[in-house]
């Protein structure tokens, strides 16, 4: 399991306004890359030790990224 400076959590806001918390083995610093992936590709992927969640961005109204406090 990563360590908490390892780790984030990415809160998604919906379209239909329901929002997910997705916890992911990546420092919060990530969130450029995330940005600049899912522009090209369309899609939000992001991953943790044990899963990968791959949401589309038509589905997204919003996202944020944050450390987890330790």
Known sequence: M???????DVDVTFIDGEV??????ASHR????????????GVLSLF?????YAIPLNQVREWVIRPVDG
Do not use: F, M, P, V
């Open 20 to 25: 997910k918390t997705y916890r992911i083995s």
């Open 48 to 52: 943790n030790d044990n899963t990968s």
């Open 2 to 8: 990563a360590s908490d400076s390892e780790l984030s």
């Open 30 to 41: 990530i969130g450029g890359h995330l940005a600049q992936t899912a522009g090209a590709t």
